[in-house]
């Protein structure tokens, strides 16, 4: 077992070394060399303490008559602490950010572990129950003053797939905040299409977030600007296909907008109001430009909503609007958008239309409140006032939504539509237990399952995002 003397105990050694070595010298003299050696040592004793807990000292300065080769030890010590770069845990994984403020690191990444179970269909092949890893992603974000990036793949669906790659530069336009990205990001289109599901209150975003959509999908790699005001925002984006290309053929090309305005923004309550538009030009013989609904959740592709196949699209365009409303514990929110899509096939010239809307309403029953950034229009991150991890209850929030999907257009295409009531479990600021029963029904003209059908889908997920 090593000793460490204590600064305080030398003090005292002092004292009775000078007792019997000083003898020639007066008491009141050696009493006041003792007190003054004391105090200089106290002052070392705390700064040693300071550098031990990481926080400053109080008093920086040595005292004049202390050693010099250990005030100049402390000094060095202080300085390379002075140095060396904060970390911060408060986004769920080590954030490193340079004494300077200027240069930030931090990985990130989720776990979704989700199960399913259908029943009640009149197809029994409908009727699955099962298991998945929806996404396992990993990757890292950080800036260099005003230069930003974010890199990140995604594990999901027996395949690896490259989301989030882009870089950011920060600026002014017009006077206001504004934010230059280039690369490959989740563009930005509506409530729930330009939140990450990591946020959303659902386990999956509403339809109208995932099929009134360019032919590019929710990703592409382009130019996308942003402009920030006290209550709006909005972004303007070209972009072509999302990194995945395996570059064989062309793009498609698309241009986006969106807007959004708050009237109403202050503590506990907002008013979001929006609009987004697209056009877009289809690469010849492009495949997915009608996506298929999947109306029970992820993991049973057998309960969809089938578009139908139609060749020869060659451009599109689509419109929408949203409107959400935050009052205390409770929050609501609708969406609904419209595509059409041009083109050329054995008819002849074409031009139809697909839609689809959605309505949803939640209310935190304890432990937190509806988070909504209202600076970009997106679910954000809900902050749990007591967490189930350091010994409180966490959140529960009660949910329901209804959603509709309209292909009737298309020659082939199907309609649809889903009741969904659940419930969350936020165990702390970044994981949470998700239960959603699903009331489908379906009424499809092509693929394997026609004519109508309903049924009831039960799905559950754990959620880990850092």
């Given amino acids: ?71 100049e030890r402390i000094a060095k010590v202080e300085a390379a602490q002075a140095k060396a770069p904060a970390v911060s845990w408060s986004k769920g994984a080590p954030q490193f950010t340079s004494s300077d403020g200027q240069t930030t690191f931090r990985p990130r990444g989720r776990v979704f572990v989700d199960a399913s179970s259908t029943r009640g269909s009149d197809f029994d092949a409908r009727n699955i129950t099962g298991t998945e890893i929806r996404s396992v992603r990993l990757g ?23 989301k989030s790659a882009y870089a950011t530069i920060g600026h002014t336009a ?38 009134v959509l360019p032919q590019r999908g929710l990703f592409g790699v382009g130019l996308t600007e942003r402009v920030y005001g006290d209550n709006w925002h ?8 999302d990194l995945n290309n395996v570059g064989d053929s062309n793009d498609s090309m698309t241009v986006a907008g969106r807007a959004h305005w708050n009237p109403v923004k202050g503590e506990g309550r ?9 056009y877009e030009d289809i690469a010849p013989n492009s495949t997915g430009v009608f996506r298929s609904s999947a109306i029970s959740g992820h993991l049973n592709d057998l309960v969809k ?5 139609l060749n020869g699209a060659t451009h599109g365009h689509g419109y929408g609007v949203e409107l959400l409303g935050v ?22 010239r074409y031009a139809v239309t697909h839609d689809a809307w959605a309505l949803s309403a939640g209310w ?38 209804y959603e509709n999907v309209d292909y009737a257009e298309l020659p082939t295409g199907g309609t649809g539509d889903a009741l969904t009531a659940g419930v969350n479990w936020y165990l702390n600021d970044f994981s949470r237990v998700m239960l959603d029963v699903v009331r489908w029904e379906t009424d499809n003209r092509s693929g394997a399952y026609r004519g109508e059908d309903r049924g009831t889908t039960f799905n559950a997920r754990f959620q880990l995002a850092f």
């Avoid at 004391?38 to 926080?55: D, K, P, V, Y």
């Avoid at 909005?234 to 296909?241: K, R």
């Avoid at 909503?305 to 196949?309: L, Y």
């Avoid at 937190?368 to 954000?380: D, E, N, Q, R």
């Fill in 364 to 401: 935190f029953l304890s432990g937190a409140t509806p988070s909504f950034a209202a600076k970009t229009g997106t679910w954000s991150r809900v902050k749990i006032a007591r967490p189930v991890t350091a010994g409180g209850p966490g959140a529960w929030e009660l949910k329901a939504r």
């Fill in 327 to 348: 009052r205390g514990p409770f929050w609501g929110y609708g969406e609904w958008g419209t595509r059409e899509v041009s083109g050329l096939g054995g008819g002849g």
């Fill in 234 to 241: 909005g972004s303007l984006s070209v972009a072509g296909n």
């Fill in 1 to 71: 077992m090593s000793f460490r003397p204590r600064p305080t105990a030398l003090a005292v050694g002092l004292l009775l070394a000078s007792s019997t070595a000083s003898a020639q010298t007066a008491p009141s003299e050696l009493e006041t060399l003792v007190r003054q050696q004391a105090e200089q040592i106290r002052q070392l004793e705390a700064r040693l303490a300071a550098l031990e807990t990481g926080t400053p000292p109080v008093a920086a300065q040595a005292p004049a008559a202390a050693d010099p080769a250990l005030v």
């Fill in 174 to 211: 017009f006077g206001r905040e504004a934010d230059l990205t280039i690369g490959n990001r989740l563009n930005d289109r509506g409530i729930d299409g330009s939140s990450s599901t990591a946020n959303t209150p659902f386990q999956d975003r509403n339809v109208v977030g995932t099929q």
């Fill in 140 to 162: 890292v974000e950080g800036s260099y003053g005003k230069l930003g990036y974010a890199v990140e793949g995604d594990f999901a669906d027996n395949g690896v797939a490259w």
């Fill in 270 to 278: 907002l008013l979001h109001l929006g609009a987004w538009g697209f």
């Fill in 305 to 309: 909503i089938a578009p139908g196949t």
